[in-house]
């Protein structure tokens, strides 16, 4: 079964340094994978995705992830925080070729300090 | 162009009430997802609709139940409601012929159950 694991439920960076949220997966086939962001009282909205394309993908907002099929990883990455990144970030799997549901992480809430 | 709608955003019930929640998916998709997500938990899978039916299912209880219409649109219904589902419930829709399986996702009723 697929499964999603994030590091870290909370973490905290300050203002201008470098983001890292961990995401390790387990797939049976070749995943899609995703990250979303969910800011307060909203919904999840699509950072960037994984389609067996180019391993290092870009996102909005100056994210990125790499995916790494050796250490079944995709971390999500920035190289400079900013204030308006605090949020709630969820790493998601699916296998299309099994039907298209995602199945997320726990969540990874960042904290941004000034 | 408008996105995933959700109605109603907020609804408060009380243990053994049935509830029926809406969602409008984003124009020209044709396949709509349900997601469970609790709080301070990632979402979960209810199930999935594409072209009436349901095709795929998590492991919710039969308590939980949907619809999709000829337009796409989509009902959560749930009974006997219990003080455990209470939490965000969240609409994604997508383009079935699409191997990307991007889901945009709407944001969210917000049920509690007293």
Redesign the interface.
Known sequence: AQS?TQLGSHVSVSEGALVLLRCNYSSSVPP?L?W?VQYP??????LL?Y?SAATLVKGINGFEAEFKKSETSFHLTKPSAHMSDAAEY?C?V?E?AR?????????TILRVKS | DAGVTQSPTHLIKTRGQQVTLRCSPKSGHDTVSWYQQALGQGPQFIFQYYEEEERQRGNFPDRFSGHQFPNYSSELNVNALLLGDSALYLCASSLEVSAKNIQYFGAGTRLSVL
């Open positions: 999603v899609y995703f979303y009282n909203q919904g999840l909205q699509l995705k389609t969820f998601a699916s299309y039907g298209n549901k995602l199945v997320f992480g726990a969540g």
